[in-house]
């Protein structure tokens, strides 16, 4: 974990109101692995205050990049950054996905933006297993990297709401369909998406009995595991309600599925 | 000359002004790979109660303009725990580290401060009465004259460390509080612990926080921090540690010009993480560029 300046070295809108910077950070990606996180900082302003969360979508030799959806005035106000423009930057931070070498076919389910750090697992896995991507949004537009996966040789499948691209649906219907016809068991399943999704995709990937890790998103403030601000329900049998609050930032933000507790 | 920027809280020697608040910065070693501890004046530990605190339902945070809202409940381990896991961690900072106590009952605070008194690692209690996020003592007591001598008195005769009394902005009047708790044997006062607030969302028409209110915090907390610490100033002897809103070292120098002797960074931590250790370097090259040696006397005319 380290703070430093990362200079952006390449912008790219990759579809309307969704951005990919490419930041100058080799001491930060020497140590990142796919799930991780950086915390950035996006003005030095007191609007927004706080600095906010972002997967580490690729990791290269000279930094990171990160993929994100304009959703307010953070992610407004970084849309507008510029190349050769500064951002002061914490990472990597938090727990990424667990990989295990001797898989045969991983799963990857993306709900929009989520795929964001699913890309990093995947140029991760592709190098000793089969990845399948299945992706899911509200309409084709939202569907992001569909040819950078395609150019690593990945399998993908698409659902979209209005049924614009590949099936009318969502992901998770993908993911049913493709369990079902499945020839060999428990496959391991990677997720990261709206939380809804995720439920969904827990109580398949239970289901079907396959491991399922996937990635969380609450609000976050120091992203280091000092403030208790973004913790999650985790179940623990041993403690009188039945659950523990665990942070994100520190202990996930990727969890096994079956730790978490939807109610 | 170098100037000297050690200052005194009761019998605890602060080598700069500067600590990082309570629940802003963890243990220490959530930090420690970012910050280079040793340039604190000192750190206050997370709130410790006696038994373990799941804390408040999620959403705990949401940022409100130029500051936040937290409901995180003094989420703890409790103190046995305590004791076992992070006590033998603390004789490695190099600063002087302040455990922060907070009961349901007066008695609950004694106990904790009996415990704490002679552990190694541990150079000053803070007693918090003024957290907004428990349904039972915290706050509670904080807002009452009556409570809150009472609480100072019972841990005075429990320990023998310096003990800083936290108080609560969220009372009409802070002097009488305050000097409730110097009478009640404190050795300074802490101010301001965050100021209860709520924020809506329009579109879902519920409150942000799952537990409706929470505490505010950050930059927008600032001038009602700054007049309370003076208000108190005026009122006791004692040295109090100013807080609220502090992101810069210009910052700190308005609560020490009003009487502060030192000042505590929270919210700061999260923005920056090395905003502690700026602003102690921040105050000690002011004073060297307007030739002042010693600390107090750039106190308010
Ligand atoms: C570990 C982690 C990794 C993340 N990775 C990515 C990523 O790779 N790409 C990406 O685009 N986003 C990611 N996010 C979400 C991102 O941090 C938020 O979208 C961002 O903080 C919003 O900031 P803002 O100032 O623009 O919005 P705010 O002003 O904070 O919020 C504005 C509006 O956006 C909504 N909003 C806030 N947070 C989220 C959220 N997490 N998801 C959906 N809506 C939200 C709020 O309800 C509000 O209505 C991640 C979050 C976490 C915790
Ligand atoms: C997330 C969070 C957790 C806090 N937890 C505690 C606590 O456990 N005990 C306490 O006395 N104060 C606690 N505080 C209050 C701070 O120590 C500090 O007094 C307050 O935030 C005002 O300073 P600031 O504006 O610089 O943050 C907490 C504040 C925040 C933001
Ligand atoms: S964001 Fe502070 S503990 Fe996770």
């Keep these: ?263 | 000359m170098e100037p000297d920027i050690s200052v005194s809280i009761g019998k605890l020697r602060l080598k700069n002004p500067v600590l990082c608040a309570s629940g802003c910065f963890g243990y220490g070693q959530e930090y420690a790979e970012l910050v280079d501890l040793s340039m604190l004046g000192g750190i206050i530990l997370k709130g410790i109660t006696l038994k373990e605190r799941q804390g408040n339902p999620m959403p705990r945070i949401i940022e409100t303009p130029a500051g936040m809202l937290n409901s995180v409940g003094l989420q703890n381990m409790g103190l046995s725990r305590f004791l076992r896991e992070k006590l033998p961690l603390l004789s490695n900072i190099p600063t002087a580290v302040i455990a922060n106590i907070c009961g349901e009952t007066p008695e609950e605070y004694a106990a904790i401060a009996k415990e704490l008194s002679d552990k190694a690692g541990i150079s000053a209690l803070e007693i918090n009465i003024s957290c907004p996020n428990v349904s039972h003592g915290g706050m509670s007591f904080g807002q009452d004259m009556m409570l809150t001598f009472e609480v100072v008195n019972l841990v005075r005769k429990q320990t023998s460390l310096p003990l800083i009394v936290k108080l609560s902005p969220n009372v009409t009047d802070i002097a009488s509080i305050a000097k409730a708790a110097v009478d009640g044997g404190a050795d300074a006062l802490s101010l301001i612990n965050t100021l209860l607030g709520m924020a809506m969302d329009i579109k879902t028409k519920k409150p942000y926080l799952a537990n409706i209110t929470g505490g505010l915090s950050g930059p927008a907390v600032k001038p009602v921090a700054l007049r309370m610490v003076w208000e108190v100033c005026k009122a006791v002897s004692v040295p109090v540690i100013g807080q609220g809103g502090i992101m810069s070292w210009e910052d700190s120098l308005e609560f020490l010009l009003v009487g502060a002797t030192a000042v505590c960074i929270g919210t700061a931590n999260f923005v920056n993480p090395k905003a502690g250790m700026e602003i102690a370097q921040g105050i000690k090259d002011y004073m060297k560029q307007h030739k002042i040696i010693d600390l107090r006397k750039i106190r308010m005319m």
């Design chain 1, 1 to 263: 974990m380290i703070q430093l300046t990362a200079k952006i070295l390449e912008k790219e809108e990759v579809a309307p109101d969704h951005y990919r910077l490419a930041l100058d950070a080799p001491l930060i990606s020497k140590d990142a692995s796919p799930g991780q996180f950086v915390h950035v900082k996006i003005t030095s302003q007191y609007m927004p205050l706080l600095r906010r969360p972002f997967s580490i979508h690729r990791i290269t030799p000279s930094g990171i990049e990160i993929l994100f959806r304009v959703v307010g005035t953070g992610t407004r106000l970084l849309s507008e950054k510029r190349q050769g423009d500064e951002l002061d930057i914490i990472g990597p931070l938090g727990h990424g996905f667990k990989v295990k070498e001797n898989t045969f076919t991983a799963i990857l389910v993306a709900g929009g933006v989520g795929v964001a750090p699913l890309f990093a697992l995947a140029e991760r896995l592709r190098q000793f297993t089969e990845v399948r991507i299945l992706i899911g949004s509200k309409t084709k537009t939202g569907i992001l990297c569909l040819e950078k996966f395609e150019a690593l040789g990945i399998n993908v499948q698409v659902a979209t709401d209005d049924g614009s691209l590949g099936i009318k649906g969502v992901a998770t219907d993908l993911l049913e369909d493709f369990l079902a016809t499945s020839a060999s068991p428990r496959l391991p399943i990677y997720g990261c998406g709206p939380m809804p999704m995720l439920r969904i995709l827990t109580e398949i990937a239970q289901l079907y009995s396959s491991p399922c890790q996937i990635s969380l998103e609450t609000n976050m403030a120091c992203g280091v595991g000092a403030c208790l601000g973004c913790v999650t329900k985790i179940v623990a049998p041993n403690s009188s309600s039945n659950f523990e609050y665990k942070r994100v930032c520190v202990d996930g933000p990727v969890f096994d599925a079956r730790e978490i507790l939807w109610r």
